[in-house]
């Protein structure tokens, strides 16, 4: 769903590329996963800039 | 089924093997949802049966109470046939489990991807020109079959000795349990031969990279690689065979989201997921090992849960218009898969099988519509066994 967002490592989990932050033109698709992530595992942080 | 007493209150004495609940469970499920959330039956020596989204995920992720050393009801009680990691519970499932992943990434399947491409088309080519097919036996449940002997570097011509343990295990084996024991024990004599095979000379095949695997330095013991060989034959090749069925009898039935499908590819990733959600096919099941509270619900030790993650995908508080397939749906925390710790492993292969069989069919194959009598299967998997269509 995101690829920009997520990497995946030998064993197939997702971690968050970098430290997670998310530029406003991926913010969409970092609600996208939340929005479609099984285990509940994705929190998504708003802060104002 | 004739001979098994009929049901009449599904909240107290609810069959997972009543005609009515393998034709179409969802309205007895609904009504559950709405008057009795968790019910029992006597059958089967107790089970209780969960139907909301929340109450599933609880018992999935409350691995002290609830043991995966069970995971299919049956009449009588088991010798247990391990397949770890999905008969492991903690500690010992991790390090099984983490053994099964890497050959099961996104990306090792994009490895397989031609192969199930090329597959898809040798299939349909047998049934193109004819204008009809059994679209269950002659195509979906080829699919899974003969990309699972692939990656084991298995002769693609024993799919029928497979297809044959598949129900003695998990369909046959519900009322007899010797049945499943006489599968097992034919699987176990099947593996070690190629197990001392490939330890003599191993290939590029998931059955070698057992072999070779280690865990904290350690070669698997042939049993745990005979075991999760079972696993792999039963968990990936019933289950997607049900998947990839139910994709193309929604399609076969609802012409409106064929044609908008055909028309709007792209929308096939949600479109996969919808129908994962709506036509899951797996039901699990626990073994109560401490008793504990659920909403006021006692469950004792002994008996078992019946954990339908279809019914949990169909659960109105977590997905709206539940009932409704909607293939462009944009919130789908689906539980198809499973929850927690034994969240399926090959849930990347299933994603593949299930897009390549519905992109190629379509491609080929754009309209058709049910040809006469669909049968679903019973127990454990729920898919199709018959899927006449015409085109």
């Known amino acids: 769903l995101a690829p920009e967002l997520f990497r995946l490592d030998e064993l197939g989990n997702a971690h968050e590329i970098g430290d997670g932050s998310v530029s406003d033109a991926l913010a969409e698709k970092a609600w996208l996963a939340k929005a479609n992530c099984p285990e509940l595992a994705i929190e998504v942080i708003e802060e104002d800039t | ?391």
């Open chain 2, 1 to 391: 089924m004739s001979t098994r007493p009929p049901v009449n209150d599904w909240s107290t004495d609810f069959d997972h093997l009543d005609p009515r609940w393998i034709e179409n469970p969802y309205p007895i499920w609904q009504e559950l949802r709405e008057t009795c959330p968790i019910a029992h039956t006597e059958r089967f020596r107790g089970v209780y049966f969960p139907s909301r989204y929340e109450d599933v995920r609880a018992v999935a992720y409350d691995t002290e109470h609830f043991s995966s050393r069970r995971i299919i009801v049956r009449e009588t009680p088991p010798p247990r046939i391990p397949a770890p990691p999905i008969t492991s519970d903690p500690p010992e499932h991790r390090p099984a489990r983490m053994v099964l992943l890497p050959p099961f990434t996104p990306d090792a399947m994009k490895k397989l991807e031609p192969r199930a491409r090329a597959l898809a088309n040798e299939l349909i080519d047998k049934f193109a020109k004819r204008g009809s097919a059994d679209a269950a036996v002659e195509y979906a449940q080829e699919i899974p079959v003969r990309l699972i002997a692939h990656m084991l570097g298995l002769p693609e011509a024993d799919g029928n000795l497979y297809r044959k343990w598949i129900k003695m295990v998990l369909e046959d084996g519900i009322t007899d349990v010797s049945i499943a024991v006489e599968a097992a024990g034919e699987m176990t004599h099947y593996f070690m031969g190629y197990v001392h095979q490939r330890t003599e000379k191993p290939g590029d095949d998931l059955i070698s990279y057992l072999i070779k695997a280690r865990h904290n330095g350690q070669p698997l013991s042939v049993e745990n690689v005979i075991g999760s060989l079972r696993l792999l034959l039963i968990a990936g090749i019933d289950t997607t065979w049900s998947g990839i069925g139910s994709c193309i009898w929604h399609l076969a039935t609802h012409p409106e989201d064929r044609r908008r499908l055909v028309a709007e590819p792209a929308l096939m990733p949600t479109a996969i997921e919808e129908f994962l959600r709506a036509y899951a096919p797996v039901t699990m099941a626990r073994e109560v090992v401490k008793e504990t509270k659920l909403h006021g619900c006692t469950f004792k030790p002994g008996q078992m849960v019946l954990l339908s993650f279809p019914a949990a995908n169909r659960d109105p508080a977590m997905f709206p218009d539940a009932e409704k397939v909607i293939i462009d749906r944009k919130e789908n925390r689906h539980a198809a898969f499973g929850l927690g710790i034994h969240r399926c492993v090959g849930s990347n292969l299933a994603r593949l099988e299930m897009t390549v069989a519905v992109e190629e069919l379509l491609k080929r194959i754009p309209d058709f519509g049910l040809a006469g009598e669909v049968t679903w299967s019973e127990g454990t998997v729920r898919g199709p066994r018959k899927l006449p269509i015409r085109f």
